[in-house]
C-alpha cells in the first residue's frame, strides 16, 4: 500500500480536524508534504527544522496567527450557511468574532465585513476549508491541505484562498497550482479558475485611504504543475538532508519569523541572519 493511499484512507476516515489527523501521521512516522513546509524552509532552514523536525510551536504564538485562525473559521461558517441555503447574518458573524477576540476585534469584524460584501455569487459552493491528500507521484511523500473554498459552475471550477495581514503581499503560486491539480485529479475538471481574496486589517472603513480588499486571478500555464514538482522535489531533497544532519543553517530574516525569541542561532546575532 502506497504512502498515498495510506494517507488518503486515513483521512477520509478521520473524524477529527486536519490539526489533529497531522499530528496523527508525526506519531505513526508516516511522511507527507504541505505547502507550508516548503515555504517554511524556503523562508529559512533552521526555522524549517524547529518547526518540522523539532516540531517546536512559536511562543507567545504570534497574534496573526490567532487572527488569522478566528478570520478563516468566521468566513468559512458565512460560506457554510450560503451551501446549506441557511445564510448567517453579519451580526451573528460578528457576535461570533466578540467570542473569540473579546474587546479588541475591529480589524476582524471589518474583514468579515469585507468578506461577505465581496462574497463569490453565481457558484454552486462545493467545498469549505476542504482537507484534502494529493499524490505527487512515485518519488515524494502525498501532499496535505486546506482549500478555503471550491466553486464551481457547470463544468467550470474555481478554487479561492483567502489571505490576512498589515499589507497586501504576493501570494505564492504554487499553493494555488496544489490546489488546481487536486481539482483537476479529483473532480477530473478541465478549467479551474483560481483567486487569492485578501483582506488588509485596518480599524475603520470609513477612513482608509487604500483599499481593505483585492482580489486577485491567477493565471495558470502549461508548465505550472511541472514547476511545483520540481520545487518540491528540490525541497524535499533539503528535508532529507536536514533529518539526516540532526541541524540546519539559518538565513531568513529573523524580524519576521515567528521563531525570533526561540532560535539559539538568531539569539547570537550572526550577521548574515
Given at each position: 500500500?502506497?504512502?498515498?493511499?495510506?494517507?488518503?484512507?486515513?483521512?477520509?476516515?478521520?473524524?477529527?480536524?486536519?490539526?489533529?489527523?497531522?499530528?496523527?501521521?508525526?506519531?505513526?512516522?508516516?511522511?507527507?508534504?504541505?505547502?507550508?513546509?516548503?515555504?517554511?524552509?524556503?523562508?529559512?532552514?533552521?526555522?524549517?527544522?524547529?518547526?518540522?523536525?523539532?516540531?517546536?510551536?512559536?511562543?507567545?504564538?504570534?497574534?496573526?496567527?490567532?487572527?488569522?485562525?478566528?478570520?478563516?473559521?468566521?468566513?468559512?461558517?458565512?460560506?457554510?450557511?450560503?451551501?446549506?441555503?441557511?445564510?448567517?447574518?453579519?451580526?451573528?458573524?460578528?457576535?461570533?468574532?466578540?467570542?473569540?477576540?473579546?474587546?479588541?476585534?475591529?480589524?476582524?469584524?471589518?474583514?468579515?465585513?469585507?468578506?461577505?460584501?465581496?462574497?463569490?455569487?453565481?457558484?454552486?459552493?462545493?467545498?469549505?476549508?476542504?482537507?484534502?491528500?494529493?499524490?505527487?507521484?512515485?518519488?515524494?511523500?502525498?501532499?496535505?491541505?486546506?482549500?478555503?473554498?471550491?466553486?464551481?459552475?457547470?463544468?467550470?471550477?474555481?478554487?479561492?484562498?483567502?489571505?490576512?495581514?498589515?499589507?497586501?503581499?504576493?501570494?505564492?503560486?504554487?499553493?494555488?497550482?496544489l490546489y488546481r491539480e487536486l481539482v483537476r485529479q479529483k473532480h477530473e475538471a478541465?478549467?479551474?479558475?483560481?483567486?487569492?481574496?485578501?483582506?488588509?486589517?485596518?480599524?475603520?472603513l470609513t477612513r482608509i485611504r487604500k483599499p481593505a480588499f483585492q482580489r486577485t486571478?491567477?493565471?495558470?500555464?502549461?508548465?505550472?504543475?511541472?514547476?511545483?514538482?520540481?520545487?518540491?522535489?528540490?525541497?524535499?531533497?533539503?528535508?532529507?538532508?536536514?533529518?539526516?544532519?540532526?541541524?540546519?543553517?539559518?538565513?531568513?530574516?529573523?524580524?519576521?519569523?515567528?521563531?525570533?525569541?526561540?532560535?539559539?542561532?538568531?539569539?547570537?546575532?550572526?550577521?548574515?541572519?
Amino acid at each position: 500500500m502506497s504512502a498515498y493511499d495510506i494517507v488518503s484512507a486515513g483521512l477520509s476516515a478521520w473524524k477529527g480536524g486536519i490539526g489533529s489527523f497531522v499530528r496523527d501521521l508525526d506519531r505513526r512516522s508516516i511522511r507527507y508534504l504541505a505547502f507550508s513546509q516548503v515555504s517554511s524552509l524556503e523562508f529559512c532552514r533552521y526555522r524549517y527544522f524547529l518547526e518540522y523536525f523539532k516540531k517546536i510551536r512559536p511562543r507567545p504564538k504570534p497574534d496573526y496567527f490567532v487572527k488569522g485562525n478566528i478570520f478563516h473559521r468566521t468566513v468559512a461558517r458565512f460560506y457554510r450557511g450560503q451551501a446549506r441555503k441557511r445564510p448567517v447574518s453579519l451580526d451573528v458573524l460578528h457576535r461570533s468574532v466578540d467570542r473569540h477576540r473579546r474587546g479588541d476585534g475591529h480589524e476582524l469584524k471589518n474583514a468579515v465585513t469585507l468578506s461577505v460584501q465581496n462574497a463569490h455569487v453565481g457558484w454552486e459552493i462545493v467545498g469549505v476549508e476542504k482537507a484534502f491528500v494529493l499524490s505527487l507521484g512515485k518519488d515524494l511523500p502525498p501532499c496535505l491541505g486546506v482549500i478555503d473554498l471550491i466553486l464551481r459552475q457547470g463544468s467550470q471550477y474555481a478554487v479561492v484562498d483567502h489571505k490576512t495581514g498589515k499589507n497586501f503581499n504576493a501570494p505564492d503560486a504554487l499553493q494555488i497550482t496544489l490546489y488546481r491539480e487536486l481539482v483537476r485529479q479529483k473532480h477530473e475538471a478541465e478549467c479551474c479558475t483560481a483567486f487569492f481574496d485578501e483582506y488588509r486589517w485596518v480599524n475603520n472603513l470609513t477612513r482608509i485611504r487604500k483599499p481593505a480588499f483585492q482580489r486577485t486571478e491567477v493565471s495558470d500555464s502549461p508548465s505550472a504543475w511541472d514547476d511545483a514538482k520540481d520545487r518540491i522535489t528540490k525541497c524535499h531533497r533539503e528535508m532529507m538532508s536536514i533529518e539526516q544532519r540532526g541541524d540546519a543553517d539559518g538565513g531568513g530574516p529573523c524580524y519576521m519569523c515567528p521563531y525570533q525569541n526561540q532560535c539559539p542561532k538568531a539569539s547570537r546575532g550572526y550577521s548574515r541572519y
